[in-house]
C-alpha cells in the first residue's frame, strides 16, 4: 500500500521523456507514480531499480514522486515558512513543488506571511498533505533532559494564564510560567531555554532567565547606563511599581530591587523618596 507523505520504496518501472513512472503496487498501470526529470535530484536511476521516493498528490491532483527530500513527513512537527494567504487558509512551504495547505480550522492562531511556525503535518480526506498549529496532543514528554539542561524552544501558543507553551526539539512538550518571561512573546519565536523544573507528567518546565548572577550584572548595567544617560538621576526606586519596572527595564521588581542593592553596597548609588541618583 502507498503511503502519501512518506517515503516509498518502489521500482522503477518504465521511461518517458519527461521522467520515470513508479510501480504503483497495483496491476493497473494507470496507478503507476510519475517521477518528474525535476525530482530525481542528483540521483541517478534505470528500469528496474529499487528507489527510495517520496510520495505526494500534486498541482493536478495526481500521485507523484520525488527523490528530493521534504522538510518535513507526515506525522512530523517542523518549523516551515507561511508563503501565501488565501481564501481558503494560508499556505506553507515544506519544499516539495506543491505547498500545503493550513485550513482555517486548523489555525489556532494568526500567521503572518514570511514567518516560520511549528506545524504538524497530516493527510486530510482528499489524501492530499495538509498542516496545522494544534501540535499539542503531538507532542511527547518522553525526553532524558534533566534540570539545569539547556534548550532551544518555540512558542506555539499561550494557556488562560498566559503561561507560553513550547515545543523542543520540535518534539517534547514544555511550558514557561507567566512568572518566568517579562517580554513579550509570540508564536513561532525561538527562544533558548533553561530546564528548571520536570513535572510529573514529564513535561519540561522551562525559564528564558538567565541565572540570578548573570541577571543581576546586566540589570545593573541597564541601571548605570540609564542613570548616565539622564543626568545622573531616574524617578525609579526600590517604591517603583513591578508594572513601570518591568516597562523600563524588562525586569520582575524583585530582581531590580536587588540590583539597586548591589549598586549601593558598591558606592555607586544613593536612593531616597524621588529617585535614585548616581554618587
Same mark, same amino acid.
Not at 34 to 40: A, D, F, M
Given at each position: 500500500?502507498?503511503?502519501?507523505?512518506?517515503?516509498?520504496?518502489?521500482?522503477?518501472?518504465?521511461?518517458?521523456?519527461?521522467? =520515470?513512472?513508479?510501480?504503483?503496487?497495483?496491476?493497473?498501470?494507470?496507478?503507476?507514480?510519475?517521477?518528474?526529470?525535476?525530482?530525481?535530484?542528483?540521483?541517478?536511476?534505470?528500469?528496474?531499480?529499487?528507489?527510495?521516493?517520496?510520495?505526494?498528490?500534486?498541482?493536478?491532483?495526481?500521485?507523484?514522486?520525488?527523490?528530493?527530500?521534504?522538510?518535513?513527513?507526515?506525522?512530523?512537527?517542523?518549523?516551515?515558512?507561511?508563503?501565501?494567504?488565501?481564501?481558503?487558509?494560508?499556505?506553507?512551504? +515544506?519544499?516539495?513543488?506543491?505547498?500545503?495547505?493550513?485550513?482555517?480550522?486548523?489555525?489556532?492562531?494568526?500567521?503572518?506571511?514570511?514567518?516560520?511556525?511549528?506545524? =504538524? +503535518? =497530516?493527510?486530510?480526506?482528499?489524501?492530499?498533505?495538509?498542516?496545522?498549529?494544534?501540535?499539542?496532543?503531538?507532542?511527547?514528554?518522553?525526553?532524558?533532559?534533566?534540570?539545569?539542561?539547556?534548550?532551544?524552544?518555540?512558542?506555539?501558543?499561550?494557556?488562560?494564564?498566559?503561561?507560553?507553551?513550547?515545543?523542543?526539539?520540535?518534539?517534547?512538550?514544555?511550558?514557561?510560567?507567566?512568572?518566568?518571561?517579562?517580554?513579550?512573546?509570540?508564536?513561532?519565536?525561538?527562544?533558548?531555554?533553561?530546564?528548571?523544573?520536570?513535572?510529573?507528567?514529564?513535561?519540561?518546565?522551562?525559564?528564558?532567565?538567565?541565572?540570578?548572577?548573570?541577571?543581576?550584572?546586566?540589570?545593573?548595567?541597564?541601571?548605570?547606563? =540609564?542613570?548616565?544617560?539622564?543626568?545622573?538621576?531616574?524617578?525609579?526606586?526600590?517604591?517603583?511599581?513591578?508594572?513601570? +519596572?518591568?516597562?523600563?527595564?524588562?525586569?520582575?521588581?524583585?530582581?531590580?530591587?536587588?540590583?539597586?542593592?548591589?549598586?549601593?553596597?558598591?558606592?555607586?548609588?544613593?536612593?531616597?523618596?524621588?529617585?535614585?541618583?548616581?554618587?
Amino acid at each position: 500500500m502507498i503511503k502519501i507523505g512518506d517515503f516509498n520504496k518502489l521500482k522503477v518501472k518504465r521511461k518517458a521523456d519527461f521522467g =520515470y513512472f513508479l510501480d504503483g503496487k497495483t496491476n493497473n498501470t494507470k496507478d503507476d507514480i510519475l517521477l518528474h526529470n525535476r525530482l530525481l535530484g542528483k540521483n541517478n536511476i534505470n528500469i528496474g531499480d529499487e528507489v527510495k521516493a517520496f510520495i505526494f498528490k500534486d498541482s493536478e491532483d495526481r500521485i507523484a514522486a520525488t527523490l528530493i527530500e521534504p522538510k518535513a513527513k507526515v506525522g512530523e512537527i517542523a518549523m516551515l515558512k507561511v508563503v501565501a494567504h488565501t481564501k481558503i487558509g494560508s499556505f506553507i512551504d +515544506i519544499g516539495l513543488p506543491k505547498d500545503i495547505l493550513v485550513p482555517f480550522k486548523a489555525r489556532t492562531y494568526d500567521l503572518e506571511k514570511g514567518e516560520k511556525y511549528p506545524f =504538524y +503535518i =497530516y493527510v486530510d480526506k482528499s489524501n492530499r498533505l495538509a498542516a496545522t498549529t494544534d501540535i499539542d496532543t503531538y507532542l511527547t514528554t518522553d525526553h532524558e533532559y534533566n534540570v539545569g539542561d539547556t534548550v532551544t524552544g518555540v512558542v506555539y501558543g499561550f494557556q488562560t494564564n498566559n503561561s507560553a507553551m513550547i515545543v523542543v526539539n520540535n518534539k517534547y512538550a514544555g511550558v514557561i510560567l507567566h512568572n518566568e518571561y517579562f517580554t513579550e512573546l509570540k508564536p513561532g519565536q525561538e527562544l533558548n531555554l533553561k530546564v528548571i523544573k520536570i513535572y510529573e507528567d514529564g513535561k519540561l518546565g522551562l525559564s528564558p532567565r538567565q541565572n540570578r548572577k548573570e541577571e543581576l550584572d546586566v540589570l545593573e548595567s541597564s541601571i548605570m547606563s =540609564y542613570l548616565e544617560g539622564n543626568d545622573g538621576f531616574m524617578r525609579f526606586n526600590d517604591k517603583s511599581t513591578p508594572e513601570e +519596572i518591568y516597562t523600563v527595564f524588562n525586569s520582575s521588581k524583585k530582581n531590580f530591587k536587588r540590583a539597586l542593592g548591589v549598586l549601593m553596597k558598591k558606592n555607586l548609588i544613593i536612593q531616597n523618596s524621588e529617585g535614585t541618583y548616581l554618587k
